[in-house]
């Protein structure tokens, strides 16, 4: 028995510990929080848009030995690009070096985007959403790093993203994300309801006990 209270005792001490480790980190400037298993280094970049320039970028980061946690913040005010040709460049350039597996509709509050899960070629597991909002791509990855088991922790971050300005990316009657080809569609996969298909369950229930799609 006091084995046992001991072994619970270090479970229990260890465990606020692991919480604690994670700290909600927020950008008033670009209206969003998003927590971070650390501090997250901040860097001023460019990326390149979908018509071949380079745009402004924020990129905060923080990179562990089992997974890296990424999130990219481009301007494209002045751009004048379709929220299609943004995301579909994202996309496709996630995608260069692995394989899509999940590629579904999301939505945080009343902003709408894609939700993705990647599966690298060097073995790594990423875990993403991207947002056109107020002119900008917001794109969140948390990533997997080969031989490591942060799937989970990729999950957990790329779904703690929050838009703090309450605003929302569709007009009055527009209740979903686009595809290229398609107009506003039902059903973003949301958290705060049923999913429909096992991909939908692997992001919006507990990712630890969720089967990985990859």
Same mark, same amino acid.
């Given at each position: ?5 001991? +072994?619970?005792? *270090? ?5 606020? #510990?692991?919480?604690? @480790?994670?700290?909600?980190? @927020? ?7 998003? @927590? ?5 280094? $901040? ?15 924020? +990129?905060?980061? =923080? ?22 040709? =943004? *995301?579909?460049?994202?996309? #496709? ?6 394989? +899509? ?8 509050? !009343? ?6 899960? $990647?599966?690298?070629?060097?073995? @790594?597991?990423?875990? +993403? ?5 107020? /002119? ?36 009055? /009657?527009? !209740? ?7 107009? /506003?569609?039902?059903?973003?996969? !949301?958290?705060?309801? #049923? ?9 919006? !229930? ?9």
């Amino acid at each position: 028995m006091r084995l046992i209270a001991f +072994v619970l005792a *270090l479970c229990s001490a260890s465990a606020p #510990a692991s919480a604690q @480790s994670w700290k909600e980190y @927020s950008d008033p400037d670009y209206a969003f929080t998003v @927590s971070f298993p650390a501090q997250p280094k $901040i860097k001023t970049t460019t990326y390149p848009a979908a018509d071949g320039h380079a745009v402004p970028a924020r +990129v905060y980061s =923080v990179a562990q030995d089992s997974g890296v946690f990424k999130m990219t913040v481009a301007d494209l005010t002045t751009a004048g690009l379709e929220e299609n040709a =943004v *995301l579909d460049q994202a996309v #496709a350039a996630l995608s260069k070096d692995g394989e +899509v597996k999940v590629n579904i509709p999301a939505r945080v509050s !009343r902003v709408f985007g894609r939700q993705l899960s $990647i599966l690298g070629a060097d073995g @790594s597991r990423s875990s +993403v959403a991207m947002f056109y909002h107020e /002119g900008r791509l917001y794109q969140i990855e948390g990533k997997s790093l080969p031989g490591s088991n942060a799937t989970a922790d990729a999950i957990r971050f790329q779904q703690s993203l929050i838009f703090t300005d309450n605003a929302s990316n569709r007009g009055a /009657g527009e !209740r979903g994300p686009r595809r290229s080809g398609e107009r /506003g569609q039902r059903g973003a996969a !949301r958290c705060d309801t #049923a999913p429909t298909s096992e991909a939908a369950k692997f992001d919006c !229930r507990n990712p630890a006990g969720a089967p990985a799609p990859y």
